[in-house]
């Protein structure tokens, strides 16, 4: 059962092969017997879980059901849950119960679909490894002594050892597809603006979006299917008319079904950089696109060795902004011992936040500083402008563009800990679509050294049923997401 895909899982609980509470035990008790060694879970509530399979099973008994009811979902720590420890990865809030959910939880909620539990991350989401986590790293499933990746690393290293059929994750920056290509999975950011933000606790907001994790790209167009979806209480979320994700995948069958196809091959994301281990896989799966019928074609994004600088620049800035409402006063942590409403905050601040956030907040404040908000962040957003209008060039000339998600497989723990500049790097294919609000989806190409490495899929402005497309027409034809690690049955 914990290898089938969501449709198979659908068709098991219309067909009352398995109930929906069996479905979601089976879940329950592969993680008591895993999670101690990965680190996935921050929270998970058999009681609450149970209850609200109980009622999906009644909605199935009663014909009413949809292609997600009944079936377990994880989701990352950074949503906000009725209920339940909405903690962030964070010493700051690891006492909050949230009083309200966020959009993504409450869609699959109408859905149907159970929430198995509450994942490891990043602390605020802000890493690339997820080592900065108050609950500790997660491990991951292909290797535990390497990372998962991150921030939505908990996320990833769930669904790859199979403790969840799929889960929810958030982007920043490439936090959806870092840890997606480092454990074998398929996983996607969407459009800026297309699923709601509301509820999910802000990193920063011109850049986060969230998305799913999943084993294919089929499961993935279910998961946006529920995820996607117009609120007005979020000023940035999109008013556009509903999709179903998956209608593409049932098209252009054949010998050639990317015939006419134009896939973009970016020359800075095939130089140096790289390991060689992982552009070769890069380079396989180039070729199992020809023979689908794509072409390829040369295409220039010169300003994308700038984008880092750039997202260290923003990022951090509107960090500093949104987590400045962590005060020690209204909810989360206050240190214990204080004089005065200035100890206050300076203690529960020093206390409350790790080592990355502080370090983010500090480079934040200092650019939005007066004297230095013309020369960093204003000089960052020009240079944002000029990555997106590289983009909007190279699709005058292609479909899609293609090129690595990670320039290496999932390095050791503790390996680039002491080197942030070095754990910034592990990005550098991934920021800038975050920086233009493009969509992009990352998939499993091959392993190197026994570890899974990604390939890096970029569309043009919503154009996400096109990507899960091109990502299926090639998971027709390769069975690296179908690989899972050993140690886990």
């Known amino acids: 059962m914990i290898e089938r895909s969501l449709q198979a899982l659908q068709q098991a609980l219309a067909?009352?092969?398995?109930?929906?509470?069996?479905?979601?035990?089976?879940?329950?008790?592969?993680?008591?017997?895993?999670?101690?060694?990965?680190?996935?879970?921050?929270?998970?509530?058999?009681?609450?879980?149970?209850?609200?399979?109980?009622?999906?099973?009644?909605?199935l008994a009663r014909?009413?059901?949809?292609?997600?009811?009944?079936?377990?979902?994880?989701?990352?720590?950074?949503?906000?849950?009725?209920?339940?420890?909405?903690?962030?990865?964070?010493?700051?809030?690891?006492?909050?119960?949230?009083?309200?959910?966020?959009?993504?939880?409450?869609?699959?909620?109408?859905?149907?679909?159970?929430?198995?539990?509450?994942?490891?991350?990043?602390?605020?989401?802000?890493?690339?490894?997820?080592?900065?986590?108050?609950?500790?790293?997660?491990?991951?499933?292909?290797?535990?002594?390497?990372?998962?990746?991150?921030?939505?690393?908990?996320?990833?290293?769930?669904?790859?050892?199979?403790?969840?059929?799929?889960?929810t994750g958030t982007d920043t920056g490439g936090s959806i597809r870092q840890p997606a290509a480092l454990c074998n999975l398929t996983g996607m950011k969407p459009s800026y603006g297309v699923v709601s933000r509301y509820g999910m606790i802000a990193?920063?907001?011109?850049?986060?979006?969230?998305?799913?994790?999943?084993?294919?790209?089929?499961?993935?167009?279910?998961?946006?299917?529920?995820?996607?979806?117009?609120?007005?209480?979020?000023?940035?979320?999109?008013?556009?008319?509903?999709?179903?994700?998956?209608?593409?995948?049932?098209?252009g069958a054949g010998e050639k079904p990317l015939a006419g196809f134009k896939i973009g091959l970016p020359e800075e994301f095939f130089g140096d950089g790289c390991s060689p281990e992982v552009m070769q896989l890069v380079e396989a799966a180039i070729t199992e696109y020809r023979r689908l019928g794509a072409e390829t074609v040369a295409v220039s994004l010169p300003s994308t060795h700038l984008s880092v600088a750039a997202y260290y620049v923003i990022a951090p800035a509107e960090a500093s902004s949104n987590l400045a409402r962590f005060d020690g006063v209204r909810y989360g942590y206050r240190a214990p011992q204080y004089r005065d409403l200035n100890e206050l905050y300076s203690k529960s601040r020093a206390q409350g936040f790790g080592a990355e956030v502080k370090r983010r907040i500090l480079i934040g404040t200092y650019v939005l500083s007066h004297g230095y908000y013309d020369a960093y962040y204003l000089q960052a957003q020009r240079i944002r402008r000029l990555i997106a209008d590289d983009f909007a060039k190279a699709f005058e000339q292609c479909d899609v563009i293609l090129g690595p998600t990670s320039p290496s497989t999932a390095f050791k723990l503790?390996?680039?800990a002491a080197d942030p500049v070095q754990m910034y790097l592990s990005d550098i294919y991934t920021i800038a679509v975050n920086l233009a609000g493009l969509p992009a989806i990352s998939l499993p190409c091959g392993f190197a050294g026994g570890l899974p490495a990604g390939l890096q899929l970029i569309g043009n402005y919503f154009t996400e049923s096109r990507l899960l497309n091109v990502a299926h027409r090639y998971q027709q034809i390769s069975s690296w997401h179908l690989q899972r690690p050993g140690g886990f049955a």
């Open 15 to 59: 067909a009352k092969e398995i109930s929906s509470v069996e479905l979601t035990q089976l879940y329950l008790e592969r993680i008591a017997q895993h999670n101690p060694q990965l680190n996935a879970y921050i929270t998970v509530d058999p009681a609450s879980s149970l209850a609200r399979a109980r009622a999906a099973d009644a909605q």
């Open 63 to 167: 014909g009413d059901g949809g292609p997600l009811t009944g079936i377990p979902i994880a989701h990352k720590d950074i949503f906000c849950s009725r209920g339940w420890l909405t903690t962030c990865g964070s010493k700051m809030l690891s006492n909050f119960v949230s009083p309200y959910d966020a959009a993504v939880i409450a869609r699959f909620e109408t859905a149907g679909a159970v929430l198995l539990g509450k994942t490891n991350m990043d602390e605020f989401a802000m890493g690339s490894s997820n080592e900065t986590s108050f609950y500790g790293p997660v491990k991951n499933p292909w290797n535990d002594s390497c990372v998962p990746g991150g921030s939505s690393g908990g996320s990833a290293a769930a669904v790859a050892a199979r403790l969840a059929p799929a889960a």
């Open 203 to 251: 990193f920063a907001s011109s850049l986060d979006q969230a998305g799913p994790l999943a084993r294919s790209a089929a499961d993935c167009a279910l998961l946006l299917n529920a995820m996607a979806g117009f609120d007005e209480r979020d000023s940035t979320s999109l008013d556009r008319p509903a999709e179903d994700y998956s209608r593409e995948l049932q098209t």
């Open 414 to 416: 503790g390996e680039k």
